[in-house]
């Protein structure tokens, strides 16, 4: 069977993109070599690797087979590059992360950029995922590191913790709820919500702890990122539920009234976790050990006010 590894990438994107269109773009493919491709490999197997429907494709048994060879190839080819880079002087890698909502907004951007600016040759490959996803993708090899929260079952991952925060509800200061000092997830589901995009790994989740009530979100409006969701709130569109980092940071410039949410899942410990910290690159156990490193809190706002003077 000749495959190569641009046939095995493009699979695994593929796959885990749950689309051709989409898995595509992620190997930097056009659509139609990459469909190409993904044909010629099922008549050299003799048997169909994927199921095709409207919604997108899923991996049939032979699929999966590969599946699991081809992220174990696509690894050792990984580490063998990295390996050979030494001779040549460069230590470069790409290290992919999957990464909880949360996670991904409000602390990564800051923790990536100090590592990155000290790495100039490591890149990164970070995408959104629900957590539950992150545990399985992690274990199955598909990615160096998850960040998920602390509340998922990791199974036999080794984990470390990574920051902690709690979802809380934001409402404009007008709002009837304002005047609240906490509230349950059931008691807000006839309002409307600002909210971020249906596709979000924290949107998914919301709606998945509305629906085990019995209930749906009614989403007016649907933002990319949780700062324009408080701004959408103060405006009176909706109320919003965001991590509570994100909400004291907007109420300092929006007319915003926060509210603590009463459910456990509302508090979010944030994990690091990885199939085997011993059996990461150097590259990844160096990231590693700079994200379980505390948050700097910055200078105080009396600092910074003597500096200005």
């Known amino acids: ?60 048994p032979a699929g999966h087979t590969l599946l699991q060879h081809a992220r174990t190839i696509l690894a ?45 040759k490591i890149s990164v490959d970070l995408e959104e995922r629900l957590s539950d996803e992150i545990v399985g993708l992690v274990a199955e090899g598909a990615a160096e590191i998850g ?7 990791t199974g036999s991952l080794e984990t470390y913790p990574f920051r902690s925060d709690q979802f809380v509800v934001v409402v404009a200061r007008d709002h009837r709820f304002a005047t609240m000092q906490a509230i349950g997830f059931a008691d807000v589901l006839d309002e409307d919500f600002v909210g971020l995009d249906r596709a979000s790994a924290l949107q998914r989740f919301l709606a998945g702890r509305a629906a085990r009530l019995g209930r749906t979100i009614r989403l007016r409006v649907q933002l990319r990122s949780f700062d324009t969701v408080c701004r959408l709130v103060e405006s009176g569109v909706g109320i919003g539920i965001v991590p509570e980092t994100t909400a004291r940071r907007a109420s300092r410039s929006a007319e915003i009234a926060i509210i603590h949410l009463q459910d456990a899942w509302a508090v979010r410990d944030l994990t690091i976790c990885v199939r085997s910290m011993a059996g990461l690159s150097p590259q990844a156990r160096g990231l590693v050990a700079h994200l379980r490193k505390p948050a700097d809190p910055g200078p105080s706002p009396e600092s910074r006010l003597s500096r200005m003077r």
């Open 1 to 60: 069977m000749p495959f190569d590894l641009t046939d095995l990438s493009l699979f695994r994107h593929v796959v885990e993109a749950g689309s051709i269109t989409h898995g595509a773009e992620r190997a930097h493919l056009a659509l139609a070599a990459a469909s190409t491709r993904v044909r010629a490999m099922e008549e050299s197997l003799g048997a169909s690797l994927l199921v095709r429907s409207r919604t997108g494709v899923t991996p049939t």
């Open 76 to 120: 050792q080819a990984e580490r063998m590059r990295e390996d050979l880079g030494a001779y040549a002087g460069g230590h470069g890698a790409q290290l992919r992360i999957l990464s909880n909502t949360n996670a991904l907004t409000e602390f990564l951007p800051e923790a990536l950029s100090a590592y990155l600016a000290g790495n100039p």
């Open 147 to 153: 960040i998920v929260a602390g509340t998922v079952d």
